[in-house]
């Protein structure tokens, strides 16, 4: 039974346009959301997170949304360039402490095109 | 200040056998959790080890084991290997929050 969802399995982007990456899960415990980038033949990368209290969290170029109502959160980067093409992996937890696991979804492969 | 490294990066064994998946965490880091990831998914959490206790536990049969040793690097064994064993295996560890975790580059271990 998958818990976190994301239905892209790919995106491809024009250098310099808005990517969206969207991410849905079911269970309603969850309270604490991140994103990660993998590349090929190396461990995820954790990229940005958001606790289930805010509805926004901007880092840089990334931005994370949370609609707790809809269960779906959405990871935006702006400008996309080429090097942040990789696999990104939403995940979410019962716990912000790190006690629990996390539950990962398949991942969306974004391509960045120059 | 160095990384999560796993060893060995590849590995095959056949099915029926038994093998061992080593992790040294970072520096500092006394938590260290494993998660099986199998072709076209997410990684999937098999258990965590929080200064050297088993600290919970994903869906995964008894023949799934950890030990995490005082200098809190890390063992996966895995007994009676089955195909569906085949995945890669990633290691992370943290000193205690989710953001603060680091993935190894993982050991891809093939079962035939």
């Known amino acids: 039974d998958q818990q976190v969802k994301q239905n892209s399995p790919s995106l491809s982007v024009q250098e310099g346009r808005i990517s969206i990456l969207n991410c849905d899960y079911t269970n309603s415990m969850f309270d604490y959301f991140l994103w990660y980038k993998k590349y090929p033949a190396e461990g995820p990368t954790f990229l940005i997170s958001?606790?289930?209290?805010?509805d926004k969290n901007e880092d840089g170029r990334f931005t994370v949304f949370l609609n707790k109502s809809a269960k779906h959160l959405s990871l935006h980067i702006v400008p996309s360039q080429p090097g942040d093409s990789a696999v990104y992996f939403c995940?979410?937890?019962?716990?912000?402490?790190?006690?629990?696991?996390?539950?990962f979804g398949t991942g969306t492969r974004l391509t960045v095109i120059p | 200040e160095t990384g999560v490294t796993q060893s060995p990066t590849h590995l095959i064994k056949t099915r029926g056998q038994q093998v061992t998946l080593r992790c040294s965490s970072q520096s500092g880091h006394n938590t260290v959790s494993w998660y099986q990831q199998a072709l076209g998914q997410g990684p999937q959490f098999i258990f965590q080890?929080?200064?050297?206790?088993?600290?919970g536990r994903g869906n995964f049969p008894p023949r799934f084991s950890g030990l995490q040793f005082p200098n809190y690097s890390s063992e996966l064994n895995v007994n009676a290997l089955e195909l569906d064993d085949s995945a890669l295996y990633l290691c992370a560890s943290s000193a205690g929050t989710h953001y603060g975790y680091t993935f190894g580059s993982g050991t891809r271990l093939t079962v035939v």
């Open positions: 080890y929080y200064r050297e206790e088993e600290n």
């Open positions: 958001i606790s289930s209290i805010k």
């Open positions: 995940a979410a937890s019962e716990d912000q402490t790190g006690a629990n696991n996390l539950f």
